[in-house]
């Protein structure tokens, strides 16, 4: 059974720091591109941050120099480092897996971003 679990959402104040984990399971994470996208509420979800399976990243420009995206592939977790958060970062986060046809989500971890 896969199974991705995300921690590490929480309340944190603009300008803050908060690190997003996800483990995995039931898969061979070695070879799965990982992402994390967000959900805020009454938006579509949106791609975050992507890395593959050979290290490369991507971010989107709206985080770009704020979060970054890294793996574990001893730990099988992968985890997103977001700093100098804003308001407009507040989004439920979610943690996905992808190998050709196969894709995989976690149930999200909630961020607030608010004074």
Do not use: H
Request: hydrophobic share 35%; with cysteine; glycine share 10%.
């Amino acid at each position: 059974q896969v199974q991705l679990v995300e921690s590490g959402g929480g309340l944190v104040q603009p300008g803050g720091s908060l690190r997003l984990s996800c483990a995995s399971s039931g898969i061979n994470f070695s070879v799965y591109v990982m992402a994390w996208y967000r959900q805020a509420p009454g938006n579509e979800r949106e791609l975050v941050a992507s890395i593959t399976s050979s290290g490369t990243t991507s971010v989107v420009d709206s985080v770009k120099g704020r979060f970054t995206i890294s793996r574990d592939n001893g730990k099988n977790t992968v985890y997103l480092q977001m700093n100098s958060l804003k308001p407009e970062d507040t989004a439920v986060y979610y943690c996905n897996a992808q190998y050709f046809t196969w894709t995989y989500w976690g149930r999200g971890t909630q961020v607030a971003v608010s004074s």
